[in-house]
C-alpha cells in the first residue's frame, strides 16, 4: 500500500489496534472476545491490517535498567554539512551502536534525536565523546537524560477517523 493512502478501518479495527498495542502476545481469541467478534474474523483483520502496513511489526517491550543498562537519554544532534550522503551515513553509524534505542530525524535546533541506553554517566559520557562527537558529521550534541520509564499509550481512534 502506498504511504500516502491511509487503509480504511472501522471501529473494530481500532479496538482490536488498541489492544495489540498494549499486549501483542494477546491471544487471537481473546482480543475476539474483547472486541465481539469471531475469532476467525479477528484474525483476518488482523491479517488484513498487517497486509495494508497498518501493523508493521511485533516487538518486546524491552527494559534497559534490568539488562544492565540503567541510564537512558535523548542526545540531540546537529550534524554538518547537511547533505543526503552526510545523513545517510550518520543514520547508519548511529544505528549501529549498541547503545542505540531509536533514531528520529526531527525539526529544530538538532537534525536528529537519538534515543540511547547505557550503564551509567560515565558510559554515557564515554559514548558522545569517543563515538558520536567523534563522527567527522557530528557538529553539536544536547543531552537530556531520562528519569524513570516512559509512560507509552496506544495510538487510539480521533473522533475525526
Excluded at 475476539?32 to 483476518?44: F, N, R, Y
Excluded at 554538518?80 to 530525524?105: G, I, S
Aim: overall charge positive; aromatic content about 4%; hydrophobic content about 40%.
Amino acid at each position: 500500500m502506498k504511504q500516502d493512502q491511509s487503509p480504511k478501518l472501522d471501529s473494530v479495527d481500532w479496538k482490536i489496534l488498541e489492544l495489540l498495542q498494549v499486549d501483542a502476545t494477546m491471544p487471537n481469541k481473546d482480543i475476539a472476545a474483547k472486541v465481539g467478534i469471531a475469532p476467525s474474523t479477528c484474525l483476518e483483520r488482523i491479517r488484513r491490517m498487517r497486509r495494508n502496513g497498518t501493523i508493521v511489526a511485533t516487538r518486546a517491550h524491552v527494559r534497559p535498567s534490568l539488562l544492565g543498562r540503567g541510564e537512558q537519554a535523548f542526545l540531540g544532534i546537529q550534524i554538518r554539512p547537511h547533505a543526503r550522503d552526510t545523513a545517510n551515513d550518520f543514520v547508519q553509524k548511529v544505528l549501529a551502536l549498541p547503545e542505540t534505542l531509536a533514531l528520529y530525524n526531527v525539526s529544530g535546533s538538532e537534525d536528529y534525536l537519538v534515543h540511547v541506553a547505557v550503564a551509567n554517566s560515565t558510559e554515557l559520557q564515554s559514548l558522545i565523546i569517543d563515538k558520536l562527537l567523534a563522527l567527522p558529521q557530528v557538529a553539536h550534541c544536547r543531552t537530556q537524560l531520562i528519569f524513570g520509564e516512559p509512560w507509552v499509550a496506544p495510538l487510539r481512534q480521533s473522533d475525526g477517523q
